[in-house]
C-alpha cells in the first residue's frame, strides 16, 4: 500500500526556534540552582556529590583517536573541538537540611561556620571550626532534628574569588546535593568535609557523561525575523516588512501562544544533556599540562598570550566535548547525569594525542614560545 503525504512549508523548512522553550524571558539572575526532587535522587551505596562550580574560560581543539572496534573511525584520528571550563576548589561552609512534604521541596534547618558573609543572615546556627564537635550543644542538636525530620542533605559550598570583583560574591554561594546512601551516612560525610576545600577530580572522573547548567548569551529584544526566522514579507509591504503579516483571526479576538512575536532573545537558562568529559587537569599537577604521549612538547594549557576576555588559568580545568552556553567568565554548573544514554561509551576510552595551545589572536601558528623564538631568529638569518 502506497501513502501520499501532501507537501507543505511548514515540513519542509520549518521556522526557527521550539515552542517549547516558551516562555523566552530572561534568566533572574547567573546564580544557577539543581533543584530537588524525588526524579532526581540518585540511588547508591555510599555518599558523594552530585554537581560541581566552573566558569567558561574559552574553546579549543584536540586530537585523539576512537577505541571503539565497531566503528568506522576505529584508529582514525579525529579532531574534535571542546570547551574548557576553570574549577577552582570549593569551601565547604554550611549543612542544609530539606524536608520533601507532599513532592514540595522545604529548607528546615542550616548550619553555617561564623563567616563575615554569613553572620548577619537570620534563621542559622553560626559556630565556630573548632566548636564543631566538642563543647556546642546546639551542634548535636541540630543533627539531631536532620535525622528525625529531613530527608535530603545539601553542602552549602564557596569558590574562590578569582576576578577580583564583588558582583562574583553574588554567585559564589550555592548549595550541592549530596546522594547515595542513608541520611546518617550522608550526615557524617557532610560534616568530614564541613571546613574543608573539595576539587573537582573528587567529584568526576575523565570520559564520564555530564550535563552543563548554564545561561546562554543574551541579544536583548529582537524582532521575529531575527527570534524565529520567519520570513520577510514582499518590499512594497505597507508599514514594514519584517513582520508577521496576519496575527490571527477576528475570533477569538486574542493573539494566539503559538503566533511568532518580537521579544527578548538570549540570556535564557538552558541544560545540555549527554557532554563527554574528555579530562581533568589539576594544578601542581603533572596532567595540568597539555603534554601527551604523542605530542611531547613541554607546553602548558594555557594558549600563548591568555585565553580572550579571560587570561590564564590557575586553577584546576576541564575539557568537556562541544560547545556550552554563555560567554567566558560565566558560571555553569556540571552535574552527574540522572538518566544517561542507553548507548555506553565506556569502552571508547579517550586517547587524546594533541591539544592546541596556540594564540587566539592572529593566526595562531605556534604552539610554544621556544616555537615561536626559533621561527622569529629563521627569518633574521635568512634576511642577512
Known amino acids: 500500500m502506497m501513502y501520499f503525504y501532501m507537501s507543505h512549508r511548514k515540513f519542509e523548512h520549518p521556522r526557527l526556534g521550539s515552542l517549547g522553550f516558551l516562555p523566552k524571558s530572561r534568566s533572574k539572575n547567573l546564580k544557577m540552582t539543581n533543584n530537588i526532587n524525588s526524579k532526581s535522587i540518585i540511588i547508591d551505596k555510599f555518599p558523594f556529590l552530585n554537581l560541581f562550580l566552573g566558569f567558561k574560560v574559552g574553546m579549543t581543539h584536540i586530537i585523539r583517536s576512537s577505541s571503539v572496534a565497531t566503528s568506522r573511525f576505529f584508529k582514525v584520528n579525529l579532531c574534535e573541538a571542546v570547551t574548557v571550563v576553570s574549577c577552582p576548589p570549593l569551601r565547604i561552609i554550611g549543612i542544609a537540611g530539606y524536608i520533601l512534604v507532599n513532592c514540595i521541596v522545604r529548607k528546615a534547618n542550616t548550619l553555617i561556620l561564623t563567616d563575615k558573609y554569613y553572620s548577619r543572615k537570620n534563621n542559622r546556627i553560626g559556630i565556630s571550626e573548632q566548636g564543631l564537635w566538642f563543647g556546642n550543644s546546639k551542634c548535636a542538636q541540630f543533627l539531631d532534628q536532620i535525622l528525625n525530620n529531613c530527608s535530603f542533605v545539601r553542602l552549602i559550598a564557596k569558590h574562590e574569588n578569582i576576578f577580583n570583583k564583588s558582583k562574583s560574591l553574588y554567585y559564589s554561594i550555592f548549595e550541592i546535593q549530596v546522594h547515595g546512601g542513608s541520611l546518617s551516612s550522608q550526615i557524617e560525610f557532610s560534616i568530614k568535609l564541613l571546613g574543608n576545600q573539595i576539587r573537582v577530580g573528587s567529584v568526576f572522573s575523565e570520559n564520564d557523561q555530564v550535563a552543563v547548567i548554564s545561561v546562554s548569551k543574551g541579544h536583548g529584544l529582537k524582532g521575529v525575523v531575527n527570534r524565529w526566522g520567519i520570513t520577510r514579507l514582499p518590499r512594497k509591504t505597507h508599514r514594514g516588512l519584517r513582520k508577521v503579516a496576519c496575527i490571527g483571526p477576528w475570533t477569538p479576538s486574542r493573539v494566539s501562544w503559538t503566533v511568532a512575536r518580537a521579544g527578548q ?120
Open 265 to 384: 532573545r538570549g540570556f535564557h537558562k538552558r541544560t545540555s544533556l549527554n557532554l563527554r568529559l574528555y579530562k581533568i587537569g589539576e594544578y601542581d599537577k603533572y596532567n595540568f599540562i597539555s603534554t601527551t604521549f604523542d605530542d611531547l612538547n613541554k607546553k602548558s594549557i594555557n594558549v600563548l598570550g591568555g585565553y580572550k576576555k579571560f587570561g590564564l588559568i590557575k586553577h584546576d580545568y576541564m575539557l568537556i566535548k562541544g560547545s556550552i552556553h554563555g560567554t567566558v567568565k560565566r558560571p555553569i554548573i556540571i552535574r552527574h547525569i540522572h538518566n544517561p544514554r542507553v548507548i555506553s561509551l565506556k569502552n571508547d576510552k579517550v586517547d587524546i594525542k594533541f591539544i592546541d595551545v596556540s594564540s587566539r589572536t592572529g593566526r595562531g601558528v605556534f604552539q610554544t614560545h621556544s616555537e615561536k623564538y626559533e621561527y622569529q631568529m629563521d627569518r633574521k638569518r635568512s634576511k642577512k
